[in-house]
C-alpha cells in the first residue's frame, strides 16, 4: 500500500525526469549563471518534497519549481552578500532584470532550452566543452554517463564542464539564439552535439539497455525546434535520420532486451508515421541543393526503411550514397560503413578486404563495431576460428549488456 507522501514522492520524481532540464535551462536565463542555476534547481525539488505532500501537486510543477528555486537563490545569495561585495552586484542585476513574478510562460521555457543549447554549444568553448555541457546541462546526463560515451574518465568530464562554465563566465558569453546572421556557422556546432545526444539515446554506450528514449526523444525535440528556428537542409536532414532510426526502435530488441540485428528485425514493428515524415523531410534536404552528412546518411537511412525486406534492400543505391559521402566528409567510421555495404551488395571477401585496409592504416583499433562488421564477415566466409577472434575482440571493447549477450551469442554459435 502507497500512503499519500509515497505518491507525491511519485509524482516529484516524474516531474524531475519530464521537466528538470527545462527548468534548469529557466533558471539559467532569469540567473545568469549556472552553477547557482544548478543549486537552484536543487532547492527547488527540495522545496517540493517538503511541501507538495501537504500543500499538493500545483496545476504547474514546472512554473511552481521555477518561482521557487529562483526565490531560494536569491535568498542564499542575501545571505551570502554580507560576506562578499561582488555578490550584492548580481543579486542587484537579477532583481533589477527580473520582476518579482518571473516572466515563465511556456513558449518563453521552450526557447529557453534553444538559448542553452546554443550557449553550450559556443565557439569559444571547445568541441569537447560544448559536447560535455550540453549533454550534462541540456540534456542531464551525469559525468559517468557523459565519460562512457567519449571513453574517457569521470574527473576528466567535471574538468572539462567546470572550465567551460567558467569560460561562459568570464567571457561573459550571452545566453541567447544567435543573429540571423551568426546562426548558419553556428549551427554547426550545434547539430553535431544535438546528433550525439540522440545517439547516446539510440545505443546507449552502456548499461542494462540496449537505448534510452528518454534521451532519443530529447535529441528529436530538440532538431525539430532547431528545424522550426533555422530550416537549413543539415538541420532538416539530422531530423530526418534521428526519425528514420528512432523508427526502428521497438524491433531493435526481443522482449527480453536481447539485441536484434537491422536485417532479422521485424519490419512491420517499425514505426510507419515516423519512417513517412522522415523521408519526406528527406526530400525537403534534397531538394535544397546543399547537402552535407546528415542530409546524405538520412537518405541512407530512407532506401533502409523503404525496403519491404532485409533482402529487397537497394544495396548497389546505399554503396552510391556512401561513395558521395565519403567525398564529402572522409573518416575511417564513413569508410567502414561502406564497406560493411559493400560486403553486402558484393559478398563478405570483398567487404573484409576494405575493414582491413582501414586496420593496417592502424585507425579504429579499439572501435568496437569495426571488428563485429569485421567478425560477421568472417563468420560469412566460414572463417570461424578468425570470426571468434575478432568477436572477442569487440567483445572486450563494449561494456553495453545486450551488445555484450549477443556477441557471446555469437562466439557460442561458432
Not at 552578500?81 to 515563465?104: F, Q, S, Y
Amino acid at each position: 500500500m502507497h500512503d499519500a507522501s509515497d505518491v507525491v514522492h511519485e509524482q516529484v520524481d516524474a516531474v524531475y525526469r519530464a521537466d528538470s532540464r527545462r527548468v534548469l535551462a529557466t533558471l539559467i536565463r532569469l540567473l545568469g549563471d549556472f552553477d547557482l542555476a544548478e543549486e537552484a534547481l536543487h532547492d527547488a525539488f527540495a522545496a517540493a518534497v517538503e511541501r507538495w505532500p501537504s500543500e499538493g501537486v500545483p496545476n504547474n510543477p514546472r512554473t511552481w519549481l521555477v518561482s521557487a528555486g529562483r526565490f531560494r537563490a536569491i535568498d542564499r545569495l542575501r545571505r551570502r552578500v554580507t560576506h562578499d561585495a561582488a555578490l550584492a552586484k548580481i543579486v542587484e542585476a537579477i532583481d533589477l532584470a527580473e520582476p518579482a513574478v518571473p516572466d515563465i510562460d511556456p513558449d518563453r521555457v521552450e526557447d529557453d532550452q534553444l538559448r542553452l543549447v546554443f550557449t553550450c554549444c559556443h565557439p569559444a568553448l571547445t568541441g569537447d566543452a560544448q559536447v560535455a555541457l550540453t549533454l550534462r546541462e541540456v540534456c542531464g546526463l551525469t559525468t559517468e554517463d557523459i565519460a562512457h560515451a567519449f571513453l574517457t574518465s569521470a574527473p576528466a568530464i567535471a574538468q572539462r564542464i567546470v572550465r567551460a562554465k567558467g569560460k561562459i563566465r568570464d567571457a561573459r558569453i550571452p545566453y541567447e539564439v544567435p543573429s540571423r546572421t551568426d546562426l548558419p556557422d553556428r549551427l554547426d556546432a550545434v547539430l553535431r552535439v544535438v546528433y550525439l545526444v540522440f545517439n547516446e539515446g539510440y545505443a546507449a554506450s552502456s548499461g542494462d539497455s540496449l537505448t534510452r528514449a528518454d534521451l532519443s526523444a530529447e535529441a528529436i525535440r530538440l532538431g525539430r525546434n532547431l528545424v522550426e528556428l533555422l530550416p537549413e537542409a543539415e538541420a532538416i536532414g539530422l531530423l530526418a535520420l534521428m526519425l528514420l532510426h528512432d523508427a526502428r526502435r521497438s524491433a531493435r530488441a526481443t522482449a527480453d532486451g536481447a539485441l536484434v540485428l537491422l536485417s532479422d528485425q521485424d519490419r512491420s514493428q517499425w514505426n510507419r508515421e515516423q519512417i513517412e515524415e522522415g523521408i519526406a523531410l528527406v526530400e525537403r534536404a534534397l531538394r535544397t541543393r546543399r547537402v552535407g552528412p546528415y542530409a546524405l546518411q538520412a537518405a541512407i537511412a530512407a532506401v533502409h526503411a523503404e525496403a519491404p525486406s532485409a533482402e529487397r534492400t537497394d544495396w548497389t543505391q546505399i554503396v552510391g550514397l556512401y561513395d558521395v559521402l565519403l567525398r564529402l566528409d572522409p573518416s575511417p567510421i564513413v569508410e567502414l560503413n561502406r564497406a560493411a555495404a559493400i560486403a553486402m551488395r558484393d559478398g563478405p571477401g570483398e567487404g573484409l578486404a576494405l575493414i582491413d585496409a582501414i586496420l593496417d592504416r592502424g585507425e579504429l583499433l579499439d572501435y568496437r563495431h569495426l571488428h563485429s562488421a569485421r567478425a560477421d564477415c568472417l563468420r560469412r566466409l566460414r572463417r570461424g576460428g578468425e570470426a571468434k577472434v575478432a568477436y572477442q575482440r569487440a567483445l572486450s571493447l563494449t561494456d553495453q549488456l545486450a551488445e555484450r549477450q549477443f556477441l557471446e551469442r555469437r562466439i557460442a554459435e561458432l
